[in-house]
């Protein structure tokens, strides 16, 4: 290769041949490793609902099609200032919290057990396949039955719409988990106990707290699903109420609602996230 | 305590790896074992440390493990293999965690062991915050921490850069020459095999058998950098895996 190029250049204008080929390495790199931007969220959040405030007081975007955000806004404002946003919101934060926190501890549960146990993953793993695609809100009559029409119904509802991505974030978290790990934990003679507990559970940690991002929001989404299906107050009960109404407002401070539900709900898990995983720096 | 192999062969799914292995592994001495790759010296190591079952022949621990010994056979692993999420003496206490141990006691052993191999400064800090070389020590200090009778190291050094190679080398010597121990080193580097080794056992390619054991008499405080007689046993060693080497070269070309 070098040596066609110095044939390709006869020798007495090679240094002025160098020099006008002289140009700096073409940067390549950098890219694929996104870093946080402070208030870049805020700023689309803004933006959108600038945009929105724009056009339907302009005329731009009719009443029909959207709702005023400040109407919204007073909306709200009157719904805190009634005491009906405490009376909606506390039942379900309830559900949420009780119907989540039973299906993702079962399903860690279940879910590390799959991870462990040979017998335990070829009986269940085709099972929980089975169960996920089922729309868990078709199953509410069957619930409702099983679990009677009150709180029970709603708990299982979600409990079950978390229990199957709970399951498989966990188990592929435990089969992710490094088995040079596991092995040392043996080799010191650790118990079976206490290699679960400090090595198999903290390695599948990462795994299973993004799994957790995706069941929580499922559980969100069961939530209203439930509430809409026979519940006087929560927020699901309040949506359906306004939309059937078509009263845009209403309808839009719920979703609100939901929105900074699932904001917070995130922000949470980052939290948890930034404690339990800050050894990964 | 002492190990002995007897007639140890072991096949992965019709794959010959071991072939009647008989060995001892005398206390207080360190056993280098060296080989071709691929020729079964960590499933071996594995085996001694009854972390694998042999197909065939027996592995016999002869002896009463020391007073105070925690966990009789020890590894210390080539990807140091320690927790991510603990910090060094939680490392450390892992190995001790699952014993009856008052809580003074244990701290006191994390304490000497970390102090053997100079750590006390980094007790809290996080495995992804030290060097590979301190990495590997933290692995040692923590072998070290349930007072072996054998410790079963496989490649300890590989992952690490030639300078840190050489100054944990020099550690373990001293560690050795202060409380001897029982130990069985897997190696590719024949310099740390003559330079730790009081017995170099040379395994043929896959199946890996006994090529060759060698002895060396003198004294690991003594062997240092040019000695004529570790030079040439050294040599010795590299004609001999050469030898395997080519062997199982030419082996693949022929498949
Ligand atoms: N769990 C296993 N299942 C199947 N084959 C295996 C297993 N472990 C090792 N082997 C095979 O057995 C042979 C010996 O492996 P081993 O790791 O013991 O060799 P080694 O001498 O330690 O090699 P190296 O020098 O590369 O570390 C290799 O051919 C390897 O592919
Ligand atoms: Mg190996």
Same mark, same amino acid.
């Given at each position: 290769?070098?040596?066609?190029?110095?044939?390709?250049?006869?020798?007495?204008?090679?240094?002025?041949?160098?020099?006008?080929?002289?140009?700096?390495?073409?940067?390549?790199?950098?890219?694929?490793?996104?870093?946080?931007?402070?208030?870049?969220?805020?700023?689309?959040?803004?933006?959108?609902?600038?945009?929105?405030?724009?056009?339907?007081?302009?005329?731009?975007?009719?009443?029909?099609?959207?709702?005023?955000?400040?109407?919204?806004?007073?909306?709200?404002?009157?719904?805190?200032?009634?005491?009906?946003?405490?009376?909606?919101?506390?039942?379900?934060?309830?559900?949420?919290?009780?119907?989540?926190?039973?299906?993702?501890?079962?399903?860690?549960?279940?879910?590390?057990?799959?991870?462990?146990?040979?017998?335990?993953?070829?009986?269940?793993?085709?099972?929980?396949?089975?169960?996920?695609?089922?729309?868990?809100?078709?199953?509410?009559?069957?619930?409702?039955?099983?679990?009677?029409?009150?709180?029970?119904?709603?708990?299982?509802?979600?409990?079950?719409?978390?229990?199957?991505?709970?399951?498989?974030?966990?188990?592929?978290?435990?089969?992710?988990?490094?088995?040079?790990?596991?092995?040392?934990?043996?080799?010191?003679?650790?118990?079976?106990?206490?290699?679960?507990?400090?090595?198999?559970?903290?390695?599948?940690?990462?795994?299973?707290?993004?799994?957790?991002?995706?069941?929580?929001?499922?559980?969100?989404?069961?939530?209203?699903?439930?509430?809409?299906?026979?519940?006087?107050?929560?927020?699901?009960?309040?949506?359906?109420?306004?939309?059937?109404?078509?009263?845009?407002?209403?309808?839009?401070?719920?979703?609100?609602?939901?929105?900074?539900?699932?904001?917070?709900?995130?922000?949470?898990?980052?939290?948890?996230?930034?404690?339990?995983?800050?050894?990964?720096? | 305590?002492?190990?002995?192999?007897?007639?140890?062969?072991?096949?992965?799914?019709?794959?010959?790896?071991?072939?009647?292995?008989?060995?001892?592994?005398?206390?207080?001495?360190?056993?280098?074992?060296?080989?071709?790759?691929?020729?079964?010296?960590?499933?071996?190591?594995?085996?001694?440390?009854?972390?694998?079952?042999?197909?065939?022949?027996?592995?016999?621990?002869?002896?009463?493990?020391?007073?105070?010994?925690?966990?009789?056979?020890?590894?210390?692993?080539?990807?140091?293999?320690?927790?991510?999420?603990?910090?060094?003496?939680?490392?450390?206490?892992?190995?001790?965690?699952?014993?009856?141990?008052?809580?003074?006691?244990?701290?006191?052993?994390?304490?000497?062991?970390?102090?053997?191999?100079?750590?006390?400064?980094?007790?809290?800090?996080?495995?992804?915050?030290?060097?590979?070389?301190?990495?590997?020590?933290?692995?040692?200090?923590?072998?070290?921490?349930?007072?072996?009778?054998?410790?079963?190291?496989?490649?300890?050094?590989?992952?690490?850069?030639?300078?840190?190679?050489?100054? =944990?080398?020099?550690?373990?010597?001293? %560690? +050795?020459?202060?409380?001897?121990?029982? #130990?069985?080193?897997?190696?590719?580097? $024949? !310099?740390?095999?003559?330079?730790?080794?009081?017995?170099?056992?040379?395994?043929?390619?896959?199946?890996?058998?006994?090529?060759?054991?060698?002895?060396?008499?003198?004294?690991?405080?003594?062997?240092?950098?040019?000695?004529?007689? =570790?030079?040439?046993?050294?040599?010795? %060693? +590299?004609?001999?895996?050469?030898?395997? #080497?080519?062997?199982?070269?030419?082996? $693949? !070309?022929?498949?």
């Amino acid at each position: 290769m070098r040596e066609t190029t110095v044939n390709d250049a006869p020798p007495h204008d090679q240094a002025a041949s160098a020099g006008s080929n002289a140009r700096p390495v073409p940067f390549r790199g950098g890219g694929f490793a996104p870093q946080p931007r402070k208030g870049v969220g805020l700023v689309v959040f803004v933006a959108l609902i600038a945009l929105a405030e724009w056009g339907t007081r302009t005329g731009f975007i009719t009443n029909l099609t959207l709702p005023r955000p400040s109407d919204v806004l007073i909306t709200l404002g009157e719904l805190w200032d009634s005491g009906l946003l405490m009376k909606h919101l506390q039942p379900s934060l309830t559900r949420l919290a009780v119907g989540a926190a039973l299906g993702v501890a079962v399903g860690i549960w279940v879910g590390i057990l799959i991870g462990l146990f040979s017998y335990v993953r070829a009986g269940l793993v085709p099972l929980v396949a089975a169960l996920f695609p089922i729309p868990k809100i078709a199953l509410l009559p069957l619930f409702v039955i099983w679990f009677g029409i009150d709180e029970g119904s709603k708990y299982a509802l979600i409990a079950f719409g978390t229990f199957t991505p709970t399951v498989v974030a966990t188990y592929g978290a435990v089969d992710n988990v490094d088995r040079g790990l596991i092995r040392m934990g043996q080799s010191f003679g650790l118990s079976w106990a206490s290699i679960v507990r400090k090595i198999v559970l903290p390695g599948a940690m990462p795994g299973i707290l993004s799994g957790l991002r995706v069941s929580l929001a499922i559980a969100i989404i069961l939530l209203v699903a439930a509430e809409m299906l026979g519940a006087e107050y929560g927020i699901g009960a309040y949506i359906l109420e306004a939309g059937s109404l078509y009263d845009l407002e209403r309808l839009f401070a719920g979703v609100v609602i939901l929105s900074l539900l699932g904001v917070i709900v995130s922000a949470v898990i980052t939290r948890i996230e930034k404690r339990l995983l800050r050894w990964r720096g | 305590m002492e190990l002995r192999l007897d007639g140890v062969s072991h096949a992965y799914g019709g794959t010959q790896v071991l072939r009647d292995i008989t060995l001892t592994v005398p206390e207080g001495k360190i056993v280098c074992i060296v080989g071709p790759s691929g020729c079964g010296k960590s499933t071996l190591l594995r085996m001694m440390g009854g972390l694998e079952r042999p197909d065939e022949g027996t592995i016999t621990q002869l002896g009463e493990p020391p007073e105070g010994c925690l966990n009789p056979l020890t590894y210390v692993f080539q990807d140091f293999a320690l927790l991510p999420w603990r910090s060094v003496e939680g490392n450390i206490s892992l190995a001790l965690e699952d014993h009856d141990l008052s809580k003074a006691r244990r701290a006191a052993i994390i304490e000497d062991v970390l102090a053997r191999t100079s750590l006390s400064d980094f007790a809290r800090a996080l495995p992804r915050q030290l060097s590979g070389g301190m990495k590997q020590r933290v692995a040692i200090a923590r072998a070290l921490a349930v007072n072996p009778a054998v410790m079963l190291l496989d490649e300890p050094l590989s992952a690490l850069d030639a300078q840190t190679r050489v100054l =944990l080398m020099d550690d373990l010597v001293s %560690l +050795w020459t202060r409380a001897p121990f029982t #130990a069985v080193y897997v190696t590719h580097n $024949l !310099a740390e095999a003559v330079r730790l080794g009081h017995r170099i056992v040379v395994l043929s390619r896959r199946p890996g058998a006994i090529r060759e054991v060698v002895e060396i008499d003198s004294d690991l405080g003594a062997r240092g950098e040019g000695d004529a007689k =570790l030079e040439q046993v050294q040599t010795h %060693l +590299w004609h001999l895996m050469r030898d395997e #080497a080519r062997a199982a070269d030419a082996e $693949l !070309a022929d498949a």
